[in-house]
C-alpha cells in the first residue's frame, strides 16, 4: 500500500466577503509499535494533515493547535501557508501493525509565497555510511546505506514542492568536522546546489523474551534507526541543517536470515516502513529549510557570447527567463572569520536554448561575456 496518498476533493466556496475555504481529504500511515495504537493514530493523522496543508500552499513554521477537531490536545508542527479551522476524521484501518487514518480538512490557504521557489533547486548526496557496522550484523544490513539514498530520492519525488535530487554519488562520505570543504568540494564536482551528508548512527535492536508461560513463542525483537543529516550550502559550505532524525520498530524478520534492503519486502516491512516515514520527514524538513532560498545554477562553459549553465526544464527554467551572473568570493576578517563577497556582472542574460537539465544563455543587450568563467554562478532575483 503507498503511504501518503493524498486526494483533493472538494472545493467550497464562501461569500464574496469572505477568504476562499477548502477542504482537502487526505491520508497517512503509521507503524504500530509496541501496541501502542493511540500513538500510531496520533502520527498518522498528523503525517495527513501535513499532506493536505501541502497541497493547499502550506510550509512548516508555527505551532497550531487544532481545536474542534482530531488534534484538539496535540501539537503539530506546521509552516504554514494556510489556517486549519477543522478537521474531521472520515476512516480509521489496521491492517497488522499499519494504521491507515484519513481526514478531511477545512483549510483557508493564504497568497503569499516565496518568489523565490519559482525554481527547483538541486541536492546532491552520497552513500550513507553505518558508523557502528556491528550493530548491522542483525539481518547482514551492510548495504543499507547505499539503498537509503534511493529511497530519499522517492521521498523527495513525492512530498517536495521545492527541492530535487540532482545525483547520488556512488561513495561514502563520513560528516565530520571539514564539512563545509566536502560539501563545496561535492557541489563543485557534482553539479547540486546544495549538499546533504547523512550518516547512519544507530540500528541497534533489542530483543524481548517471551514469559515463562509462553514459552514455545519467539523472541521479539525491536530495532532503531537513527540517521544523522547534514545539509550545507554548496556554494558558501554553510550548515543550514544538522540533526539527527530517530525512530524505532518491531524487526519482523527471521533473526538468522539476511535482508535484502533493496528489496519491496524490507521496505514494506513494519521497519522499513518508519524508516520511510522517516525520509519523509527529512525531505519534508529540508524542503522547508530552502524553500524561499534563490535558486543558483552554476557555469559550465563559457564563452564571449553565451554560456552554459547546469539548470533547465527540470529546474523550471523556461525560455526567455532572464538571469544574473555573479561570482562568490571568500574572505576573512583579522578575527579569522569567513565572509562572502557577491560580484554580480553587469551584464543581465537571457535563456535561449534550453534541455531537461541544462540551459544555454546569452547576454540580453549583445554586450560580450567578459570576465566570467566556469563554476561563475546565475540567478533569477
Known amino acids: 500500500m503507498p503511504v501518503n496518498k493524498l486526494f483533493v476533493l472538494i472545493f467550497i466556496m464562501l461569500s464574496s466577503f469572505q477568504a476562499q475555504a477548502i477542504w482537502f481529504e487526505a491520508s497517512g500511515q ?5 501496541g501502542d495504537k493511540r500513538h500510531a493514530r496520533k502520527m498518522a493523522t498528523q503525517e495527513a494533515l501535513k499532506q493536505a496543508l501541502m497541497f493547499a500552499g502550506a510550509r512548516v513554521n508555527s505551532v497550531q493547535h487544532l481545536a474542534d477537531g482530531l488534534l484538539q490536545d496535540d501539537r503539530l508542527e506546521v509552516r504554514s501557508g494556510g489556517e486549519v479551522n477543522k478537521v474531521e476524521l472520515i476512516n480509521e484501518d489496521y491492517q497488522g501493525d499499519i494504521v491507515t487514518v484519513a481526514i478531511r480538512a477545512d483549510i483557508f490557504p493564504q ?5 523565490a521557489s519559482d525554481y527547483q533547486k538541486s541536492l546532491v548526496t552520497t552513500w550513507f555510511p553505518i558508523r557502528n557496522k556491528q550493530q548491522a550484523s542483525l539481518g547482514q544490513l551492510y548495504n543499507i546505506g547505499k539503498d537509503l539514498p534511493r529511497q530519499l530520492h522517492r521521498a523527495f519525488s513525492t512530498a517536495s514542492q521545492h527541492t530535487s535530487i540532482h545525483s547520488v554519488e556512488n561513495f561514502y562520505v563520513t560528516p565530520g568536522n571539514d564539512l563545509s570543504r566536502q ?3 561535492l557541489a563543485r564536482k557534482a ?3 546544495f549538499v546533504l551528508l547523512a550518516e547512519i548512527t544507530d540500528i541497534s535492536d533489542e530483543q524481548t523474551s517471551p514469559s515463562m508461560l ?4 519467539e523472541p521479539q525483537i525491536s530495532r532503531n534507526f537513527s540517521l544523522d543529516v547534514h545539509l ?3 556554494m558558501t559550505g554553510e550548515v543550514l541543517i544538522s540533526k539527527p532524525f530517530r525512530t524505532r520498530a518491531s524487526w519482523p524478520f527471521d533473526p538468522h536470515k539476511s535482508v535484502d534492503t533493496a528489496s519491496n519486502t524490507f521496505w514494506q516491512s513494519s521497519y522499513g ?3 520511510r516515514q522517516q525520509l519523509d520527514d527529512v525531505a519534508q524538513r529540508i524542503d522547508d529549510e530552502i524553500a524561499c532560498l534563490p535558486a543558483h545554477g552554476r557555469v559550465l562553459q563559457s564563452t564571449h557570447q553565451q554560456l552554459s549553465i547546469d539548470i533547465g526544464k527540470e529546474h523550471g527554467v523556461s525560455l526567455g527567463d532572464r538571469l544574473k551572473v555573479f561570482k562568490l568570493n571568500q574572505f576573512y576578517d583579522p578575527m579569522g572569520n569567513s565572509h562572502y563577497q557577491y560580484q ?6 537571457q535563456v535561449t536554448r534550453i534541455s531537461l537539465s541544462s540551459s544555454v544563455v546569452e547576454s540580453v543587450n549583445g554586450v560580450p561575456l567578459a570576465n566570467i568563467q566556469p563554476n561563475d554562478f546565475v540567478s533569477r532575483r
Do not use: D, L, Y
Not at 30 to 34: D, I, L, P, Y
Not at 111 to 115: D, I, L, W, Y
Not at 344 to 349: G, I, K, Q, S, Y
Open 344 to 349: 554580480v556582472h553587469p551584464v543581465e542574460v
Open 183 to 185: 560539501a563545496t568540494s
Open 214 to 217: 509462553a514459552f514455545w513463542k
Open 111 to 115: 497568497e503569499t509565497q516565496c518568489r
Open 232 to 234: 550545507i550550502n554548496g
Open 191 to 193: 553539479g547540486g546546489q
Open 30 to 34: 503509521a507503524v504500530v509499535h509496541n
Open 273 to 275: 516502513m518508519a524508516i
